[in-house]
């Protein structure tokens, strides 16, 4: 995961902001991992890069954008987009954007806990560096996408697997 060098000066970067519960998550991580599989450059295809945050003081959007705001400062050399949410408020506005309702979450990790595809929950805390991966990593490593009983949404999960499959062939969907 750390062969994406866009990982790295995340890592190196993100811990100077002091957010609360900062972890690199997502697909800039797995998908680092399926390019090395795949023989990609390990940053081939990734669309973003993740940042997960927990911050309960505060669940205004205007605290959120001034971290984002100071996300984007902190990055503005990389040619990279990154995307920054707190996790204390996605239940704010998730059905909105997405017509289902969301839990309120009490950390950043139960964020990544959520994600449609089990073996996709992985962060990296940025403080310790220690990997998350509540599910191991053995599906991810052999490609094996199953549904996440803890997000069962069948049909996005299908529309999610199937993207995913189509630009790694070798995956493998598990219904």
């Given at each position: 995961m750390l062969e994406n060098p866009f990982n790295g000066e995340l890592l190196r970067r993100?811990?100077?902001?002091?957010?609360?519960?900062?972890?690199?998550?997502?697909?800039?991580l797995f998908q680092t991992l399926w390019n090395?599989?795949?023989?990609?450059?390990?940053?081939?295809?990734?669309?973003?890069?993740?940042?997960?945050?927990?911050?309960?003081?505060?669940?205004?959007?205007?605290a959120e954008d001034r971290v984002i705001q100071r996300v984007a400062e902190a990055t503005k050399d990389l040619p990279i987009t990154v995307e920054i949410?707190?996790?204390?408020?996605?239940?704010?506005?998730?059905?909105q954007r997405f017509g289902s309702d969301y839990?309120?979450?009490?950390?950043?990790r139960a964020g990544i806990d959520l994600y449609l595809i089990s073996c996709t929950c992985v962060g990296i805390d940025v403080e310790s560096g220690d990997l998350y991966a509540p599910n191991g990593l053995h599906d991810l490593t052999v490609g094996r996408l199953r549904i996440n009983p803890l997000n069962a949404k069948p049909e996005l999960f299908r529309q999610k697997a199937e993207s995913y499959q189509r630009r790694w062939p070798w995956l493998r969907i598990l219904d």
């Open positions: 993100l811990p100077r902001l002091n957010l609360n519960e900062c972890h690199l998550t997502a697909g800039c090395r599989t795949s023989g990609k450059a390990p940053e081939w295809g990734i669309k973003d890069y993740d940042i997960f945050y927990f911050d309960d003081a505060d669940l205004s959007w205007e949410r707190n996790q204390a408020r996605v239940h704010l506005w998730y059905s839990p309120r979450l009490t950390s950043a």
